[in-house]
């Protein structure tokens, strides 16, 4: 057995949202909130979509029709899903065999874009879509589920999804494109998912397997999970503009993922847990390439007893301009008494931390573990530009105002700004209006 060192970042950090996708759960077992009385739209209207193997076609889904999922629902290889702006989809209820979820299965692609006015929304069948469904009910259906043929670094290079049979050969995940397109996704409300698919074992809001570079991911919203908001399976896929509230993690990454991404948020309920779990492999943990995203322009805000973010199992990433406020412990990074770890990856610079903010942090700013409990990894020469602040942020104002510029990114696929966080301080914010969390 290893023992672990956790190299702890104990500032004040910041909340995090949940949302599910399909995915198991690591630490946490959730009950399901009751499922409330459905309100039903006019027949005519409603249109149940259940797959015989045939999946979805390539077809258009609109926004004068709800469309309800009976079980798990694929867009095959060679179909094409094209869903408008302003559409709804529910899923029925159902755990085990008869969750119902959403999944884009290899060379399948889904074209979702809504816009800030017509947002796409995801929910359960039961929902009336008039607000009197709480933020937080989760576990009423699955979630959405992508999958790839972008790199992973486990053997033999597929996976098959957590939550289908493993004898569905449309849930096979990875391949060695990782420009692989799968898509868009635009203004998109992934809400009240997470449904138990059996042993604790919950589906995330937003699941990425192998998602290629070629994809294009923004302005996404995760709500009321049982599971993780977003969580992502090596590949490439690369994100902007999410919002997370969930029960489990935020953000979620694993085997060997590579994508960028900017302006993450995560709004954490009492019951949320990590804000990020960032592992590298699973079999084997030292397999490559290396789990190396690049995270720029973060807002995590927490409930006050959660971690922010641990890295382990040999994962890397970059955090740049970044806010963590209001958790129990700061910042975790393994550090093994052998092997490979996430401390070996910030020695060699996979794994960095600059212009990152610490505000009303419990415990353990940057710390390790085991091999040498609570360690400060502060002085790291690859932890640059952190600083202690006690900001007034919320759940409801995640604004941070006059915080020192920081690095702008250098890739041109990134938003060329210089201020901390999630949001810019001199403009609305991005999830208003079109989000759940902010109205």
């Known amino acids: ?165 493993t004898s569905e050969p449309r849930g096979i995940y990875g391949g060695t494109n990782d420009a692989d397109n799968s898509g868009t996704l635009k203004y998109i409300s992934l809400r009240h998912g997470g449904t138990d698919i059996g042993a604790g074992n919950e589906i995330n809001g937003l699941t990425f397997g192998g998602v290629g570079s070629g994809t294009v991911v923004e302005y996404i919203e995760i709500i009321g999970n049982a599971d993780d908001g977003v969580e992502f399976f090596g590949g490439t896929v690369s994100t902007k503009h999410v919002v997370v509230q969930t029960e489990d993690d935020g953000f979620d990454y694993d085997e060997g993922y590579r994508g960028k991404n900017q302006f993450w948020a995560v709004i954490q309920t009492s019951v949320s847990d990590r804000g990020g779990e960032h592992d590298g492999g699973t079999t084997p943990e030292d397999g490559t390439p290396y789990a190396t995203p690049l995270i720029y322009n973060a807002t995590f805000i927490g409930n006050g007893t959660s971690r922010a973010i641990t890295f382990r199992d040999n994962a890397g990433g970059q955090y740049h301009n970044s806010i963590f406020h209001n958790f129990g412990k700061g910042i975790d990074i393994e550090d093994l008494a052998s092997g490979e770890d996430s401390k070996n990856r910030l020695d060699v610079g996979d794994l960095r931390l600059d212009g990152i903010v610490l505000s009303n942090i419990g415990a353990d700013n940057i710390v390790s573990a085991v091999t040498n409990p609570g360690a400060d990894l502060s002085t790291h020469p690859n932890i640059t530009n952190v600083t202690m602040q006690n900001l007034t942020i919320s759940a409801s104002n995640p604004i941070a105002t006059g915080l020192t510029a920081g690095t702008a990114p250098s890739d041109p696929w990134f938003t060329n700004v210089t201020y901390k966080g999630a949001f810019d301080p001199s403009a609305s914010n991005w999830a208003q209006g079109w989000s759940l969390l902010f109205p």
């Open 1 to 165: 057995m290893k023992t672990t060192s956790k190299l702890l970042i104990a500032a004040t950090l910041f909340a995090v949202l949940g949302t599910g996708i399909i995915s198991c759960s690591k630490d946490k077992d959730n009950t399901p909130t009751p499922t409330p009385i459905p309100t039903p739209p006019p027949a005519s209207n409603v249109i149940t979509i259940t797959d015989n193997g045939n999946g979805t076609g390539t077809t258009t889904w609109t926004k004068d029709k709800t469309y309800i999922l009976n079980g798990l629902v694929f867009v095959n290889s060679g179909q094409v899903l094209t869903i408008q702006a302003g559409t709804v989809i529910k899923g029925k209820p159902g755990t085990g065999a008869s969750a119902s979820a959403l999944i884009v299965a290899r060379g399948g692609r889904i074209e979702a874009v809504g816009t800030p006015t017509q947002p796409i929304i995801f929910t359960f069948e039961a929902d009336p879509l008039n607000g009197s469904v709480a933020a937080t009910t989760s576990g009423q259906w699955g979630g959405l589920i992508v999958l790839g043929n972008a790199t992973l670094n486990s053997t033999p290079g597929t996976s098959a999804i957590e939550g289908i049979p």
